[in-house]
């Protein structure tokens, strides 16, 4: 006989407990806790994912299997050159940020190779699925469509049509008969994954999981879910604009560190082979408060617009904001503006903002930052032919960032002549490009105004 169990489970983290609380002892939130009813079989067993038995590892026999281009280069560099067969992706963004149409190109690429494809959809049904299938090209005889929300019969579909691939849009709105909770929540999307995950390693078929994110960002569910997969990539970028950007955060099978990019157009998502451009297309020359930087993204050098605004302050505390930079790094650099520049800031406003939707993450921008509070202060314009790298120390000197030379050689490309870089760049030689070393703000502030 079959016996029903009931059990409370956590939204936030997946705790589990026999009753109700109010607030959760793990990740200590309050009314987190939902109930949830296991039907537990007698003897039930799980299905087991490789061999029954250890083997050792000298005996197990291993074939290099190469990866499997996409066909979108963009995709394809942040994965880590393609797709690597029996892997489970998992793809996470924004409502409206083009989750399901990257999907829906990535399954009209695969599928135009020759190779069966099955694209499960729990949010549209096949006529709206047809509509933006239209917009984005000529559609494959080898892919196949499914409006369904529930995955019980799955399995027999595989069987039948043999896909390389799988998408599955959404993990949230997707659920199996055999469990009584909701669908979206964690047992559910649990379970799913895990059943998934059984099936991408024992056949060696490619899985993507489409998920929604909460307000926070974050993918919903627990933490757990982007343990349980091999790779998560972030969709990220405003959906009011057209850019997009794509990044790792996790990868088995390659780098974190890389990023693509994408411009949203009517026929789907064109990709955007010389970023930097983009990002300078609109920055406003001889502008005080405006400074660019180059950034480094996997092995891709970016050029970035840094923009900052200083005004008085209307409040006893004067407000600090940042938009695609930490804002305790600004806080940071604003204290060393004061010390090392007796530039006095105590009643002053300061904004900062990253141009394009750029996330600044390492510490090379900081002279670009520095420099271009200064400059909304002094109403005076950086050179627009400069780029300024460098990270700054609290005692103000500026230290030196890996792979300068691949930066300046990115901005030479893109038409600067001047490069004011910490003193490890002075041997550093690069065709139409005036490299200016500083071993201090107040040396790069000279130069940095010089041709302003």
Not at 26 to 44: A, K, T, Y
């Amino acid at each position: 006989m079959a016996r029903e169990k009931t059990k409370f489970v956590c939204q936030n983290c997946g705790y589990q407990t026999g009753k109700w609380l109010g607030k959760c002892p793990e990740c200590e939130s309050w009314n987190s806790l939902e109930e949830e009813r296991e039907i537990v079989l007698p003897g039930q067993k799980t299905a087991s994912l490789l061999s029954a038995t250890p083997q050792l590892l000298w005996q197990v026999e291993f074939t290099r299997e190469e990866r499997g281009p996409i066909g979108i280069s963009e995709l394809d560099r942040v994965l880590g050159g393609g797709l690597v067969p029996g892997s489970l992706i998992l793809v996470g963004g924004d409502p409206g940020i083009g989750k399901s149409t990257l999907m829906l190109q990535t399954t009209l690429l695969i599928s135009s190779k020759g190779s069966n494809v099955l694209y499960w959809s729990g949010e549209e049904s096949v006529q709206q699925i047809k509509m933006r299938a239209n917009r984005l090209g000529e559609i494959p005889t080898t892919l196949y469509i499914q409006s369904e929300t529930c995955l019980d019969n799955l399995p027999e579909i595989l069987n039948e049509i043999k896909p390389s691939c799988l998408i599955v849009d959404s993990i949230q709105t997707i659920y199996r008969s055999d469990l009584t909770s909701a669908p979206g929540t964690i047992s559910q999307v649990r379970d799913i994954t895990a059943q998934l995950m059984r099936i991408a390693k024992q056949t060696g078929l490619v899985v993507f999981i489409v998920g929604h994110v909460t307000k926070e960002g974050n993918i919903a569910g627990p933490k757990m879910l982007e343990h349980m997969v091999d790779t998560v990539l972030y969709f990220e970028g405003d959906r009011h604009h057209n850019y997009r950007i794509i990044r790792a955060v996790k990868n088995r099978f390659g780098s974190t560190n890389e990023i693509g990019v994408f411009e949203m157009g009517a026929q789907g998502l064109i990709e955007v082979p010389n970023p930097s451009a983009m990002f300078l297309a609109e920055r406003p020359l001889k502008e005080p408060g405006s400074a660019v930087t180059a950034l480094l993204e996997g092995t891709r050098p970016i050029l970035g617009e840094v923009q900052a605004l200083v005004s008085n302050s209307n409040y006893q505390n004067p407000r600090r904001l940042a938009t695609g930079f930490d804002h305790n790094r600004l806080s940071m650099l604003i204290a060393v503006l004061e010390k090392r520049l007796n530039v006095f800031m105590g009643n002053l406003d300061a904004y900062v903002n990253v141009a394009g939707g750029l996330k600044i993450s390492e510490p090379a921008a900081d002279l670009s930052v520095l420099l271009a509070l200064a400059s909304s202060i002094k109403e005076q314009a950086i050179d627009p032919k400069a780029i300024l790298i460098g990270e700054v120390g609290l005692t103000g000197e500026l230290r030196n960032v890996n792979r300068l030379e691949q930066r300046l050689k990115e901005a030479a490309r893109l038409g600067f002549t001047r490069a004011i870089v910490p003193s490890g760049g002075s041997s550093i030689r690069v065709a139409d490009l005036e490299i200016e070393v500083a071993k201090n703000v107040r040396e790069a502030m000279v130069l940095a105004f010089k041709g302003g």
